[in-house]
C-alpha cells in the first residue's frame, strides 16, 4: 500500500532563530504548510520545500498571548488561526500578491521550457505571499483543541465549553456550549434524560471533525471518548447529542478518515482503537485495533508509552501513530501493519547498539501522501542557544519522509490487472517490466542491490530470460520508469496511474491532462498541444482498453464532465480523441472486458459500450450508452465509494452451468461502499432468460437486484474476466484484501460431474485466510498473491563516530522496496476440509496440480495443521489433521509429502503425525514398491530414529539390494555408509559428510582404470604419479583399500557380501555393461573379486547367448557382408581397412595401414604419455570417430547416433578425411604425412570402407568394452576376453589370449570352454549372422592352436594369476600383442599389419576412455 523509501530529507531554515518548532500543519490543498514556533509563525511551499513568510511576535505581545501552541487553515487557505498559551485566538490573513513570485526559473539557452506555458509560474515558484494580524480573540480559557469545521472554527477549552466561532463576522457568530448541558447515552435509541457526563470538570483534550458522519469524534480529559453529533442543521447544546464508546477509558488522541467513517482513538496502553458509527442505532461500534504484538516486538510492545500522534494520508488509506517515547508505524486502513521503525535497522545500528527512537512532536501528510513532514523532538530539544548560524540552519528540526504508494490507493480499477504497479512523486515501479526487457536487451539495466544515488532511485529492474511466471515473480528488483520531467514540471503531483493488461504500456495523471509511456519503446508521448494538456482535468481515474486509454475528465474551458477514449499509437492530441459528455462529475472508473462503467457524484452508476472501430488511418473508438443504476438510495455520500467493478460473479452457479456463456458476461456490479462490500446482481427471474438471444445488447439491459453486503472490513477487491475451465474455482472467484484480518475469497461450489447441486450446498462460500505479505495483485491461476515490503540498509559504518549524531544516514537506515509474493492454495484447501468439503478441496487441487509448487502446498497445509494440533496444550474435540491426510492420499505425492513434512518438524511430533498418515515401515514399503527409492531413504531415517537399529538394518538392507538393482548409484553409496553407522552402533544420522569420502562416478572409474594398466604398480603409487584429477572426491590411500582391509568387521562383510552377490547376478545374466557401471561408482575391486570367481560366475556359459546380449546392451550392431564383396571377397587381391578399426582378412594390408613396426615400446612412459597426450589428441579423435553416425545414415538405418561424440564437422568428400588418423611414436601423437591425400579409392572399394565404419558402435560403448577387456584379461577371464574381441572383431585380442594360455599353465576346462563355444559361434554366424564370417576365418589358425592346446593337455592344473613381479609385461595388451601376433600368425606380414592397425585402434580408443574419464565427462549408463 504504502512504502518508505530512501533516507528521509532535513530542511535547513535560512532565518536565524534560536527557538524550537513544535507544530506543522498543512493547508488542505498540500501546498503550503504552517510551522509553529514559540513566538512565531511560518508559511512555506511544499514543492520545491522553501520558506515564503514568517510572522514574528512582538515581545510584548508575546508575554500578553504566551506561546503559540496550534495552528487551523481555513478550507481556502486564505486564513490561519493559532492558539496560544494563555486562551488567546490569533486569526491571520493570507494575501497572495498577485504575479509575483519568490523565485523564477532559470533554463540554459536552447532549452525547449518557454515561458509562454500557462501556469509556468505557480508551478515552478514559490508564489509571494503576505501574513498579516487581522484579530485577535479572548476566550478567558486554556485552549485544548482547535477544529475547522465547513465556514466555522470549533474551538474547545479546558472550562468545559466549546465555542463555534464564524471565520467571518467573527464576533457575531460566537456561540459557548457548555458540554455539561449536553446528553450522552451509549446509543442514539437510549431515554436522552440527562448527561452521562456525570461531573463538572471534564473538557475535550482532542477532537476532530467528520464530515461523511457530520459530527465530530471526542476525546475528554478523563480518558473517555465518544461522538457528538448536531441533530439537526441548528448547532446548539440542545441539539447535539453525544454516544459513548463504552470499552474506552484512556483515550488520548483522534484522528477520523473520512472516506471509510473510521475515528480512530490513541490510548494511553500504546494501542489504537478504532471504531465507527452503527447506522441503525446510532452507537459508536469498534471495528478493529491497531497494536504491536510481542510476538513481532518482544523488546518494545509494552513499552511504548501512550499514543501521541494519530494522522490519516490524504487518500484516506493509510493512518501513521507514534508514541510518547518516539518511533513511526503505519497501518492500512483495517489494520495491516506496514511499517514501523521500533525494530530491525531503525532501532539497531549495526554493530548492535540500540539507538534512540525519533520522538515526533507534530506531523502532517504532503501531497497526495508522497511525504510525511516531521517535527524531530530529539533535535528540538538538542539545540543550544550558543550555536551559530551554521549549525542553526542545518538542525532545523522538520524531517521529511518520501514514500511510494500502490496505484490501487487512488485508481483502483488496477485490481484486475495481475501487474504490481507503485508510484512515487516522480517515477513508477512495475514488476512487469522483465516481459518488455527481454526483448530490448541493449537496455537492461545492472543487477545492482542499491543505488546510493537519490536520482537512480533505490532500485534498479533487471531481467529475466524466462517468462511466463517466472517473469511475475522472478527477482526482487522493479522495473523503474522515470517519468517525464516536462509533464512533471507543470503537473507535479502525479494523481493516478494504470498499466495495461500485458504491462507494456503506462500512463499517468498528474494536476492536468495526462502522459503515456511504452516500455517496448522506451519513450513518453505528451500532449503536443499544451493548451489542451492543460484544459483538462481527469477526475474519475483512468483505464487502458486493449490499445486504448478510457479516462474521464473535466474540460476546464467548455466547463463539462467528458469521457474520453485516446488511442496509444497516435499522437497524443483531442483530434485523435473520442469524447463524450456525461452529465454528473465521475469519481471512479473500471473497464470489464469492453464495457465501461462510471460512478458519478449524483451516486448514480452508469454503463457505457466500447467498440474498436478502424476508420481511416487510425482506429478509433465508440462509446454507446447501455445502462443507468441510480445508487442514491444506498449510498449516503457518493465519496464514500472506494471502488467500483463490474464482475462476472453470480450466486447462482447454476445457470451459469447451463449457459456457460453468461459466465463470462457483466453479471454483477461490485461496489465498496467505506469498507463494506455490497454487490447487485443482474436480475435474472424475469422472462428474459427465455427469450431468444436476437438481439446481443438486449441481455444487458436487464435490471440489477437489490444490493446484498458481502463483506466488511474491505480494503481491495480482485476478480478477472478470463475463463479457463480447467481452474474454474480460481478464476471465478472474487479475492478480497481486509487489512489484519488478512485476505478472504468467495468460492464458487460446483457439483461433480455435472450432477444437480445439493439444495441445501449454497452456491458460494466465503473463505477467509491470513498472509504474511500485503496483497497488491492477484494472479488468479497460479494461486499466489503478489505484493511489495518494506526492506531497510544499514550505512552508518560510512560515517566517523565523530560526526555520527549529525547524519540522517545514522540516525536512519536506507529503505528499499522488494517485490515478493505468496501462495495461498494450502489455505483455502483446508478451509474447505475444515467446513466438510472434501469433495469440492478435491476438485480445486485437481485443477491446480500442475502448478511446479503444488507438492509445496500439501506439504505446508499438513505442517501447519500438525504443528498447531501436536502443540495446542487443550484437547481438540475434532482434529483435522487425520482429514488432511486423507486428503493427500488422493495425490500420487502422498509419500513425499508427508516424509518432507517430518523431516522439517522436531521429532516430538513424529508420533502424533505418523499416528494419523500411517505407520512408517508401512509407508517405507509402499515407496519400495512403487521405486520410489529417494523417498523410501528419507523413510528410513525416520525409522532409524522411531525404531531399533535391527530394523533400520533389515529396512536399510531392502533398500540397498533395490537400490544396487536400479542401478541408483548416489543411494547405494549413502546406503552403504547409512549400513555402517548402525554396525558402529551409532543410532543418530549419520553425518553429512563423513570420513571416508565415497569415490565419485569418475573417481571410481579412474583408480580402477589405471590399476588395471599394470599390476606391478599399486593404486597409491599411481594416484601420487599421474596427480589425478578429481571430480568430487577420490579415495584415500588406506579408504580405498577398505573392501579387504576392513573385512574383518562383520558390517563390512555384510555389505560386501550384499555387493558381491549384486556382482555375481550381473555375471549371470551377462549385463556387462551394469557390472562396469556398478564397480566404477561403488569402488568395487571387480579383479580381485573376478579371480576369484573366474571358474564359477565369471564362466561364459553360452558363447552365443552372450554375444547376442553384449550386441544388444551396448547398441552395437551385428556385421554384416556387403553385397559387391559376397562373390568376390578378394578384389583387386587387397581390402581396405578403414581408420585401423576394421580388420579383414586380405593377402596384404594395405600401405597406409602398416605405417610402423612397433619396435617394443616400454609399458610404463606408454601408460604416462596417454595421460600426457589427452588434450593435444583429443581433437583429432572427435573427428575420426565423427565419421560414424554420417556412414551410417548414407547406407544403413540409423542407430543411436546421439551417443556418438561429435567433434568438428567434417565433409566425407574424399578418402584423405578418413585417413588422417594419427600413429604413435614413442608416445607422442603426430598427424599422418600428407602424402596420403594422393590416395584415391574407387566407388565399389568407398562403399566397403564406409559400411565397415557404419558397423561399428557408438563410440561411447567402444571405450566401456575396452575397459572390460582389460579388466577380465587381468582377472585371467580369458573366455570373458574372447567374446569382447569378437565383438570388437580384433584377431590381436584372441591372438593375446592364445599366447597367454600357451604360456601359461591353463585350467584345461578354460580352454574346453573356450574351444567349445568358438565352434558355437561358428556354428551359429554359418546360419544366422554370415558377417562373422570374414573375422572368423582370420583368426582360424589360432582356432586350430587353440585345439592342439587342448589335446596337449593330459592333466589341467589349476590356474595361477599372473604375478607381477615375474610378468610385468603382460599385464599389457599391446606389449603381449606385438609379440604374439608376430611370432604365432601364420602370414606374420599380414598379422603384424593387422596387430599394428588394431593397436592403433586401441592406442586411439584408450586415449578418448582416458581423457572422457579425466574430465568426468562420462557416465557408464547408458543414456
Known amino acids: 500500500m504504502y512504502f518508505l523509501s530512501g533516507w528521509p530529507k532535513r530542511l535547513s531554515c535560512p532565518l536565524e532563530s534560536l527557538e524550537r518548532p513544535l507544530h506543522i500543519q498543512t493547508d488542505p490543498q498540500r501546498a503550503f504548510f504552517a510551522v509553529l514556533f514559540p513566538s512565531q509563525l511560518s508559511i512555506w511551499y511544499c514543492r520545491p520545500s522553501v520558506l515564503i513568510v514568517s510572522y514574528k511576535e512582538l515581545t510584548k505581545a508575546a508575554s500578553q498571548f504566551g506561546p503559540y501552541k496550534q495552528a487551523e487553515w481555513r478550507p481556502d487557505s486564505t486564513m490561519i488561526a493559532v492558539s496560544t498559551a494563555n486562551g488567546y485566538i490569533l486569526f491571520f490573513e493570507i494575501p497572495s500578491a498577485r504575479d509575483k513570485y519568490l523565485y523564477e526559473p532559470i533554463y540554459p539557452k536552447g532549452s525547449p521550457h518557454l515561458k509562454g506555458t500557462p501556469h509556468y509560474k505557480e508551478e515552478q515558484c514559490a508564489p509571494s505571499l503576505n501574513l498579516e494580524m487581522k484579530k485577535v480573540l479572548d476566550l478567558q480559557a486554556s485552549i485544548t483543541s482547535l477544529q475547522s469545521m465547513l465556514e466555522d472554527l470549533l474551538v474547545a477549552t479546558a472550562d468545559g465549553f466549546l465555542h463555534l466561532i464564524h471565520w467571518d463576522g467573527m464576533t457575531n457568530g460566537r456561540k459557548a456550549i457548555n458540554l455539561c448541558t449536553v446528553p450522552f447515552s451509549v446509543d442514539l435509541q437510549s431515554s436522552r434524560a440527562g448527561s452521562l457526563l456525570g461531573f463538572e470538570d471534564v473538557y475535550i483534550r482532542d477532537m476532530e471533525y467528520c464530515a461523511t458522519l457530520d459530527g465530530f469524534a471526542v476525546v475528554f480529559n478523563d480518558g473517555r471518548v465518544g461522538f457528538i453529533t448536531p441533530m439537526s442543521s441548528r448547532f446548539t447544546a440542545e441539539q447535539l447529542h453525544g454516544v459513548w464508546a463504552q470499552d474506552v477509558v484512556d483515550g488520548t488522541c483522534v484522528a477520523v478518515n473520512n472516506k471509510y467513517r473510521l475515528m480512530a482513538f490513541g490510548c494511553a496502553n500504546g494501542s489504537v482503537q478504532v471504531y465507527t458509527i452503527d447506522t441503525t442505532t446510532g452507537a459508536m461500534q469498534f471495528s478493529h485495533k491497531l497494536e504491536l504484538t510481542p510476538k513481532q516486538y518482544p523488546d518494545i510492545w509494552n513499552k511504548t508509552g501512550p499514543v501521541k500522534l494519530i494522522r490519516w494520508s490524504p487518500d484516506s488509506c493509510v493512518v501513521m501513530v507514534t508514541w510518547e517515547c518516539g518511533g513511526l508505524s503505519l497501518w492500512s486502513v483495517f489494520g495491516a501493519q506496514l511499517i514501523c521503525t521500533l525494530g530491525g535497522d531503525f532501532a539497531y545500528q549495526s554493530d548492535g547498539a540500540k539507538k534512540d527512537p525519533l520522538k515526533i512532536c507534530s506531523m502532517t501528510w504532503g501531497s497526495e501522501g508522497y511525504h510525511l513532514w516531521v517535527i524531530d523532538g530529539n533535535s528540538s530539544s538538542n539545540m543550544k542557544s550558543e550555536r551559530n548560524s551554521n549549525n542553526e540552519a542545518q538542525s532545523f528540526g522538520i524531517l521529511q519522509f518520501q514514500f511510494i504508494k500502490s496505484a490501487l490507493t487512488v485508481n483502483p480499477c488496477m485490481s484486475n490487472q495481475e501487474q504490481v504497479l507503485l508510484q512515487g512523486e516522480d517515477r513508477l515501479y512495475l514488476n512487469c517490466g522483465d516481459a518488455a526487457q527481454t526483448q530490448s536487451p541493449r537496455n537492461t539495466l545492472a543487477h545492482s542491490e542499491h543505488s546510493h544515488s537519490r536520482e537512480r532511485g533505490p532500485f534498479s529492474g533487471g531481467s529475466l530470460d524466462s517468462q511466463g511466471l517466472s517473469t511475475l515473480l522472478g527477482h526482487r528488483h522493479w522495473h523503474v520508469v522515470q517519468i517525464h520531467s516536462t509533464y512533471l514540471e507543470s503537473n507535479w503531483p502525479i494523481r493516478f496511474s494504470a498499466i495495461d493488461k500485458l504491462g507494456q504500456n503506462v500512463a499517468v495523471v498528474g494536476k492536468f491532462g495526462f502522459a503515456h509511456y511504452s516500455l517496448l519503446t522506451k519513450k513518453w508521448k505528451l500532449f503536443g498541444n499544451i493548451t489542451q494538456e492543460q484544459t483538462m482535468m481527469v477526475t474519475g481515474g483512468l483505464a487502458w482498453w486493449n490499445d486504448f486509454i478510457v479516462l474521464a475528465c473535466y474540460n476546464l474551458n467548455d466547463h463539462q464532465e467528458e469521457l474520453r477514449i485516446y488511442l496509444r499509437t497516435s499522437n497524443l492530441d483531442n483530434a485523435f480523441a473520442h469524447i463524450t459528455k456525461v452529465q454528473a462529475n465521475t469519481l471512479l472508473l473500471s473497464v470489464f472486458r469492453d464495457i465501461v462503467i462510471l460512478f458519478r457524484a449524483d451516486c448514480s452508476i452508469c454503463l457505457y459500450s466500447i467498440e474498436r472501430r478502424s476508420e481511416g488511418l487510425n482506429p478509433t473508438a465508440s462509446i454507446q450508452i447501455l445502462q443507468e443504476v441510480s445508487m442514491s438510495r444506498y449510498i449516503p455520500h457518493p465519496f464514500l465509494v472506494v471502488s467500483v467493478t463490474l464482475t462476472s460473479v453470480r450466486t447462482e452457479t447454476g445457470i451459469t452451468l447451463k449457459m456457460p456463456q453468461q459466465a463470462c458476461e457483466a453479471e454483477s456490479i461490485m461496489l465498496n461502499l467505506a469498507g463494506q462490500l455490497i454487490m447487485l446482481q443482474r436480475d435474472r427471474s424475469g422472462p428474459q432468460i427465455r427469450d431468444k438471444d436476437n438481439n446481443p445488447n438486449q441481455r444487458k439491459h436487464l435490471p440489477f437486484c437489490a444490493p446484498v453486503v458481502l463483506a466488511q472490513s474491505v480494503e481491495n477487491v480482485w476478480t478477472t474476466c478470463r475463463i479457463n475451465k480447467q481452474k474454474r474455482h480460481l ?42 505479505i500485503y496483497p497488491l495483485a492477484v494472479l488468479f491461476e497460479d494461486a499466489l498473491v503478489l505484493g511489495a515490503v518494506n526492506d531497510t540498509v544499514l550505512y552508518d559504518c560510512l560515517y566517523t563516530q565523530t560526526s555520527a549524531r549529525e547524519h540522517l544516514e545514522v540516525l536512519f537506515p536506507f529503505s528499499i522496496v522488494e517485490r515478493t509474493s505468496q501462495i495461498y492454495l494450502h489455505h483455502i484447501l483446508r478451509q474447505l476440509l475444515v467446513r466438510n468439503l472434501g469433495e469440492q478441496a478435491l476438485l480445486l487441487a485437481h485443477s491446480c496440480a500442475t502448478l511446479p509448487y503444488f507438492p509445496h502446498v500439501l506439504e505446508l497445509m499438513l505442517h501447519e495443521v500438525l504443528e498447531e494440533e501436536a502443540t495446542s496444550r487443550e484437547p481438540i474435540p475434532d482434529p483435522l489433521l487425520p482429514t488432511v491426510a486423507k486428503f493427500i492420499t488422493e495425490f500420487p505425492l502422498f509419500l513425499q509429502t508427508v516424509v518432507h513434512c517430518a523431516r522439517k518438524t522436531e521429532y516430538a511430533l513424529w508420533n502424533y503425525l505418523f499416528a494419523a498418515v500411517g505407520n512408517p515401515k508401512d509407508l517405507f514399503e509402499e515407496c519400495l514398491m512403487a521405486q520410489d527409492l529417494d523417498t523410501a531413504a528419507s523413510y528410513l531415517i525416520i525409522l532409524q530414529n522411531m525404531e531399533v537399529p535391527a530394523v533400520s538394518r533389515q529396512h536399510a538392507t531392502l533398500l540397498f539390494n533395490t537400490a544396487l538393482e536400479q542401478g541408483k548409484w548416489d543411494l547405494c553409496r549413502h546406503m552403504i555408509r547409512f549400513l555402517k553407522a548402525i554396525g558402529s552402533g551409532e543410532t543418530e544420522t549419520p553425518p553429512a559428510t563423513p570420513t571416508t569420502q565415497e569415490p565419485s562416478s569418475s573417481g571410481g572409474f579412474e583408480f580402477f582404470r589405471h590399476r588395471s594398466i599394470s599390476l606391478s604398480q599399486s593404486a597409491e603409487n599411481l594416484h601420487s604419479k599421474f596427480n589425478l584429477t578429481k571430480t568430487l572426491s577420490m579415495p ?189 611414436v614413442d608416445g607422442d601423437w603426430t598427424i599422418v604425412d600428407e602424402n596420403f591425400s594422393s590416395l584415391s579409392l574407387t566407388q565399389s572399394e568407398l562403399e566397403q570402407l564406409s559400411l565397415e565404419l557404419a558397423s561399428k558402435g557408438p563410440h561411447k560403448s567402444q571405450v566401456q568394452l575396452r575397459y572390460l577387456l582389460h579388466i577380465f584379461m587381468e582377472a585371467g577371464c580369458l573366455d570373458w576376453c574372447v567374446v569382447i574381441g569378437l565383438i570388437l572383431r580384433e584377431s590381436s585380442v584372441i591372438n593375446q589370449v592364445f599366447s597367454i594360455m600357451q604360456s601359461s599353465d591353463i585350467d584345461g576346462e578354460i580352454c574346453q570352454n573356450i574351444k567349445t563355444g568358438l565352434d558355437a559361434v561358428d556354428k551359429w554366424a554359418s546360419t544366422d549372422c554370415p558377417g562373422y564370417k570374414p573375422f572368423l576365418s582370420i583368426i582360424k589358425p589360432q582356432i586350430q592352436k587353440l585345439n592342439e592346446i587342448v589335446e596337449e593337455q593330459v592333466q589341467p592344473e589349476a590356474f595361477q594369476p599372473v604375478n607381477p613381479s615375474k610378468v610385468p609385461e603382460q599385464a599389457n595388451p599391446r606389449a603381449e600383442e606385438n609379440r604374439t601376433s608376430s611370432s604365432h600368425g601364420t602370414n606374420p606380414q599380414s598379422d603384424a599389419g593387422s596387430s599394428n592397425a588394431s593397436r592403433h585402434e586401441e592406442d586411439k580408443a584408450k586415449t578418448e576412455d582416458e581423457d572422457s574419464f579425466q574430465e568426468g565427462s562420462y557416465d557408464c549408463v547408458v543414456s
Not at 479475492?735 to 445439493?758: E, I, N, Q
Not at 557382408?1121 to 568376390?1128: D, L, Q, Y
Open 731 to 772: 478464476l471465478e472467484a472474487l479475492w478480497l484484501s481486509c487489512g489484519g484480518a488478512g485476505m478472504k475469497v468467495w468460492l464458487p461450489l460446483f457439483p461433480r460431474d455435472h450432477r444437480k447441486p445439493h439444495s441445501f450446498l449454497s452456491r458460494r462460500i466465503m473463505l477467509p485466510f491470513h498472509i504474511n
Open 1036 to 1224: 584415500s590411500g588406506p579408504s580405498v583399500k577398505r573392501w579387504s582391509k576392513d573385512s574383518d568387521c562383520a558390517e563390512n562383510m555384510y555389505i560386501d557380501m550384499m555387493l558381491w552377490r549384486h556382482a555375481r547376478r550381473l555375471l549371470e545374466e551377462i549385463k556387462l555393461k551394469d557390472l562396469g557401471c556398478f564397480a566404477a561408482q561403488l569402488g568395487f575391486e571387480l579383479i580381485g573379486w573376478l579371480c576369484k570367481e573366474r571358474a564359477r560366475a565369471a564362466r561364459v556359459e553360452d558363447f552365443v547367448c552372450a554375444l547376442k546380449k553384449l550386441h544388444n546392451d551396448f547398441l552395437w550392431p551385428f556385421p554384416v557382408i556387403p553385397a559387391s564383396s559376397i562373390n568376390s571377397p578378394f578384389k583387386n587381391g587387397k581390402c581396405k581397412t578403414a581408420v585401423g578399426e576394421q580388420l579383414l582378412k586380405s593377402q596384404s594390408a594395405d600401405t597406409f595401414v602398416n605405417m610402423e613396426m612397433d619396435t617394443g615400446i616400454s609399458t610404463t612412459p606408454r601408460s604416462r604419455s596417454w595421460l600426457g597426450t589427452i588434450s593435444s589428441s583429443q581433437r583429432e579423435m572427435d573427428t575420426v570417430s565423427s565419421h560414424g553416425p554420417h556412414m551410417q545414415d548414407a547406407f544403413l538405418s540409423p542407430l543411436l547416433s546421439k551417443v556418438f561424440l561429435i567433434g568438428d564437422e567434417c565433409s566425407i568428400g574424399s578418402a584423405t578425411d578418413l585417413t588422417e588418423t594419427s600413429s604413435m
